[in-house]
T-cell receptor, first 116, second 114 residues
Framework: AQTVTQSQPEMSVQEAETVTLSCTYD???????LFWYKQPPSRQMILVIR??????QNATENRFSVNFQKAAKSFSLKISDSQLGDTAMYFC?????????????FGKGTLLTVNP | NAGVTQTPKFRILKIGQSMTLQCTQD?????MYWYRQDPGMGLKLIYY???????DKGEVPNGYNVSRSTTEDFPLRLELAAPSQTSVYFC?????????????FGDGTRLSIL
């Protein structure tokens, strides 16, 4: 079974600064996908970024980028130029690839507060 | 664009009551999922379905039932509500083949059992 660990329950950052959220995972699979989801106070689950394990290049989406270290089983999220609207819970999630049922395994989340 | 629609948004139940949480998607997605999110925790999978007529258990299925008679609908049934089922429930869907397809989530149902 897969496990996802987010070791930072809460973090805060000043507006316009950069913050990195940590995520580690444990799996014996070689084909898998990793995701970061954002959950603002509205409670919606919003996909922020995804990474295919077979790709060495780190994914980027505008101000969001990841540092994917496959050997270390680490998948951190970097948010640049933080904005007040980035305040949310952030969840790291794992999905086994290869024609599976595409279930997601989530970490417990990190509450990020962006301060003005 | 409706996406994934969950009803109701809030509900309070008494211990022992039953209810059905509704989930509908209009994207013709094959895969659908039910999660629960307890305070300070990530989402845990209750049940999932890979297509109409096919359902399977996730991590925490006890106390719940599901059905998938159509592609669009995936209701979650609580038969005998217990305080431990107080949680926020999320329904999600995704397209079929292609592991890079993300899950699309509904807005959640906050359920309290008193």
């Amino acid at each position: 079974a897969q496990t996802v660990t987010q070791s930072q329950p809460e973090m805060s950052v000043q507006e316009a600064e950069t913050v990195t959220l940590s995520c580690t995972y444990d799996t014996s699979e070689s084909n898998y996908y990793l995701f970061w989801y954002k959950q603002p106070p509205s409670r919606q689950m919003i996909l922020v970024i995804r990474q295919e394990a077979y790709k060495q290049q780190n994914a980027t989406e505008n101000r969001f980028s990841v540092n994917f270290q496959k050997a270390a089983k680490s998948f951190s999220l970097k948010i640049s130029d933080s904005q007040l609207g980035d305040t949310a819970m952030y969840f790291c999630a794992f999905m086994k690839g290869g024609g599976s049922n595409y279930k997601l395994t989530f970490g417990k989340g990190t509450l990020l507060t962006v301060n003005p | 664009n409706a996406g994934v629609t969950q009803t109701p948004k809030f509900r309070i139940l008494k211990i022992g009551q039953s209810m059905t949480l509704q989930c509908t998607q209009d994207m013709n997605h094959n895969y659908m999922y039910w999660y629960r999110q307890d305070p300070g925790m990530g989402l845990k999978l209750i049940y999932y379905s890979v297509g109409a007529g096919i359902t399977d258990k996730g991590e925490v299925p006890n106390g719940y039932n599901v059905s998938r008679s159509t592609t669009e609908d995936f209701p979650l049934r609580l038969e005998l509500a217990a305080p431990s089922q107080t949680s926020v429930y999320f329904c999600a869907s995704r397209e079929g083949q292609g592991a890079n397809q993300p899950q699309h989530f509904g807005d959640g149902t906050r359920l309290s059992i008193l």
